[in-house]
């Protein structure tokens, strides 16, 4: 069974940084499509950063709220990911989950950011940002 495995959160000032990773344990071939997604209390889940990589090559995606601060990479030939979070704002807090097993029921250009579509899901890391 795959199991996602997050680390990295903690708390930091306004403007702060962070480095969160994920190894999805149990994995026994390389990854094709993984995701970061954040839940802060009373939220839906969100997707905060998607990855991809297949015959067509890496493609990434980016919410709106954390482009140009967010930058999610693949890192070794371990499958680890990282999510390297700058410029950090108190609304970033949340809790931080690493997603893989992508269901193939539609096109991941659409819909990486929909939970739905993810059928592995590590336990979280949480990020708090205060001002």
């Known amino acids: 069974r795959v199991q996602p495995v997050e680390s990295g959160g903690g708390s930091v000032q306004d403007g702060g940084s962070l480095r969160l990773s994920c190894v999805p344990s149990?994995?026994?071939?390389?990854?094709?499509?993984m995701a970061w997604f954040r839940q802060s209390p009373g939220k839906e889940r969100e997707g905060v950063a998607g990855?991809?990589?297949?015959?067509?090559?890496?493609?990434?995606q980016y919410a709106d709220s954390v482009k140009d601060r967010f930058t999610i990479s693949r890192d070794g030939d371990d499958n680890t990911m990282s999510l390297q979070m700058t410029g950090l704002k108190p609304e970033d807090t949340a809790m931080y989950y690493c997603?893989?097993?992508?269901?193939?029921?539609?096109?991941?250009?659409?819909?990486?950011?929909?939970?739905?579509?993810?059928?592995?899901w590590g336990r979280g890391t949480q990020v708090t940002v205060s001002s």
């Open positions: 149990g994995l026994t071939q390389a990854y094709t499509y």
């Open positions: 990855f991809y990589t297949g015959s067509g090559g890496i493609k990434i």
């Open positions: 997603a893989t097993g992508w269901k193939y029921r539609t096109t991941w250009a659409d819909n990486w950011s929909s939970p739905d579509e993810f059928s592995y």
